[in-house]
């Protein structure tokens, strides 16, 4: 059984930062990547970051000079500074890692709100 467990939503202003982070736990050999999705209300879930061990990033450009992730490997968490937040990042953000445990895993986390309005 593996877990991923989210933290660090809520609400802030435009032009704002926050930092959201994400915990793997459980049965966990090997943690390859893990990354960030978005899902604004009534839309689609939308790719936001991911990480590798090695530290290579992917970030959809509409986050690039915005958002940063990084990762603690000892500790299989993963962190999203988001500064410069707009009214269009507000969205439930997933966690998402692919996990071996005793087999592959895709894992997803429960999500966490980021509202940034006014």
């Known amino acids: 059984q593996v877990q991923l467990v989210e933290s660090g939503g809520g609400l802030v202003q435009p032009g704002g930062s926050l930092r959201l982070s994400c915990a793997a736990s459980?049965?966990?050999?090997?943690?390859?990547?893990m990354g960030w999705y978005s899902q604004a209300a009534g839309n689609e879930s939308e790719f936001v970051v991911r990480?590798?061990?090695?530290?290579?990033?992917n970030y959809a450009d509409s986050v690039k000079g915005r958002f940063t992730i990084s990762r603690d490997n000892a500790k299989n968490t993963v962190y999203l500074q988001m500064n410069s937040l707009k009214p269009e990042d507000t969205a439930v953000y997933y966690c998402?890692?692919?996990?071996?445990?005793?087999?592959?895993?895709?894992?997803w986390g429960q999500g966490t709100l980021v509202t940034v309005s006014s």
């Open positions: 998402n890692a692919d996990v071996y445990s005793i087999g592959y895993l895709q894992v």
């Open positions: 459980g049965n966990i050999f090997s943690v390859p990547a």
């Open positions: 990480i590798t061990t090695s530290a290579s990033t």
